[in-house]
């Protein structure tokens, strides 16, 4: 049974419960989300898989997940891109921020999300119960889809992405 770290709004662990009862309690619990970027400054995005528990086939940033008990934010956000898309890559932090949002299945995400961005032009090997397929555009091209279909992509997703997009400038100058 897998368990989140509960958590109190500066980030204090106060509790650990089970990821599924912490989703339906919409009680604030650690997580991160990592946005991975090529050589050409394009944004990898994946689907998430069919048969995930909320929001299966959505479009959503690289990988996300939570931290498990005495693991790192860097450690959890490397062991998970690696589990969810087979790759490996180094990994900055960037900004964190909390935000809760109504999922399917009578579920809430209310996170103390962690953001990460990291660098990769190689081979893409995700794994296919986590994943259902994935791709590179550039910020232009995925913020034009948002408009047309913000239906298509996660809640945390829509919220984090404008702040990635802001970081990513401000890198850019």
Known sequence: MEKVI???????????????????KAL???????????SKGEMLLQKRAATKYH???????????????????LDAAKRRLKEEMGIEAPLYKTFSFIYKAELDNNLTEHEFDH???????????????????YYFGTIEEINEKIQ???????????????RVCEWWKSKQL
């Open 55 to 73: 929001c299966a086939g959505m479009w959503a940033n690289t990988c996300c997940s939570h931290q498990r008990e005495h693991e790192s934010d």
């Open 6 to 24: 509960l958590v109190d709004v500066n980030d204090n662990q106060i509790g650990l419960m089970e990821k599924m009862e912490a989703h339906e």
């Open 28 to 38: 604030l619990h650690r997580a991160f989300s990592v946005f991975v970027f090529n």
């Open 115 to 133: 953001v990460f961005v990291g660098y990769y032009d190689g081979e893409i090997l995700f794994n296919k119960e986590e994943v259902d397929d």
């Open 148 to 162: 047309f279909n913000p239906s298509h992509y996660t809640p945390w997703f829509l919220i984090a992405f404008p």
